[in-house]
């Protein structure tokens, strides 16, 4: 395997403007995590006992939007990326179309008179406005290999998700406040009224201004680009990508599969009676391990490779569902989530720098569609397809609703411990047989 690398000072493409590229994009990860922290952390709760929706029905706002989401990331806004290597025009015309379509979603969703109708029409509401919000995912992730080189991703993307982390927070305190009207109106209350609806907007388009200002991206044509090589090389690149691809496809639908009914059971009167102020105090647990990780990440990953570094990061996973399944008191919960919060950015950051090692620079469009797609779906078809189903049938079997939600953990816990094992024999045979660095994808290099 031959590769061929550039020498050049990082943001390849854009020397001249490191520090402001990186507050631009650090800007705009802080806004949409506080967006995505505000409204999708309670969302979950209003479909399942606002509106009435089944356990499984409650999945789907995860599902069917993600699904037309990587669909058009992959077969629309990743070709057309590639094509015109552009990243951040996607950016602005995702988030402006996301805006547009969430005030329309709420519009919609109250003028159904039946609550179950309301639930429906918010999920494939959502699902509509992910055809064009789904731009500004690929362009992001695109845009980021784009302006950083192989060395730095792991760090520039663990202080991003820290970054995303303060804004999660904030988020997610906010979001709790307002979901019941500061305690003086009714659960609900927030999404019902379109408060939520109208602060996300909000932050949408206020996220859009540091997005502006960034370079294009993308890689001209005759331009050297760091990481390019020959057939050989792209053959096994393709190669690995694809055994990495299916370790991360367990990892992450098995650590995400719970997340939209982890809020549920813990809501639950049987179990531990949350309130959504607490439930924010459980979240912000997570968020507070994110900020702290998202600034070590890339010390991690330089530490001890890329690879290595995502194995860990399933470690943490395994170790957050397995405290989820034996929690008898809420100390447990918060020490769970503190665990979640460090496998969420360690596996996002070395995962992603893992991933733009292997994908060639003139295919980042297409090919991070799919890397995208192991994360995004997670959430949701697995918990469609798995989670939601356990619940419902263990409960309509005569289990205690407690032991019912217990046992899609215990489902997620069997998922990723697949995918760690495919983790630690693509990193310690495949990578090592093929003579390919973890860090830098040059032969020669491994550690």
Sequence with gaps: MTQTTTHQQSLDNFPQWPRSVFMGVSSF??????RR???????????????????????????LPMLLNILSQTFIWGRISDRRQIRRTLILWGELSGGIGMVLVWAAHVWVD????????????????????????????????DLYPQRDRSAVMGVLTSFGGVGRLGGIWIGGLLYDGLGRMY????FASGTL????????????????????????GGQAVEGSCDAQCLRTSIRLYAVFLAAMVFVNFGRNCVMV??????????????????LSYIFNMESLSIILFGLLAGKIGRAVGNGRTVCIGAAAALL???????????????????????????????????????????SRGRLFGYFNATLFLSWGVAGTLIAGPIVDLMQLAGFPEVTAYKGAYV????????GMGILVFLVFVLLPRAGVSEDTGVPGEQR
Excluded: C, K
């Design 37 to 63: 922290g505000l409204f999708y952390a309670y969302l979950s709760i209003y479909l399942r006992y606002h509106l009435g929706l089944s356990v499984t029905e409650t999945t789907l706002f995860a599902t």
């Design 320 to 362: 957050y569902l397995v405290l989820f399944i034996l929690a008898a008191d809420l100390w447990m919960i918060y020490l769970a989530s503190f665990f979640r919060g460090a496998a969420e950015v360690i596996i996002l950051a070395s995962s992603y720098a893992l991933a733009s090692i292997l994908i060639p620079p003139q």
């Design 114 to 145: 039946s609550p179950a109708m309301a639930g429906y029409v918010i999920i494939i509401g959502l699902s509509i406005v992910e055809i064009l919000w789904s731009m500004s995912n690929i362009g992001w992730s695109a845009l980021i290999s």
């Design 197 to 220: 609806f109208f602060v996300s907007v909000g932050v949408m388009l206020i996220s859009m201004i540091p997005v502006y200002y960034l370079p294009e991206g993308g890689v001209r």
């Design 411 to 418: 489902a997620a816990l069997a998922m990723t411990s697949v």
């Design 29 to 34: 990860q802080a806004l949409a995590m506080f």
């Design 187 to 190: 659960d609900g209350w927030g």
């Design 261 to 278: 009914i982890q809020s549920q059971y813990l809501f639950l009167e049987s179990g531990f009676g949350v309130s959504s102020r607490v």
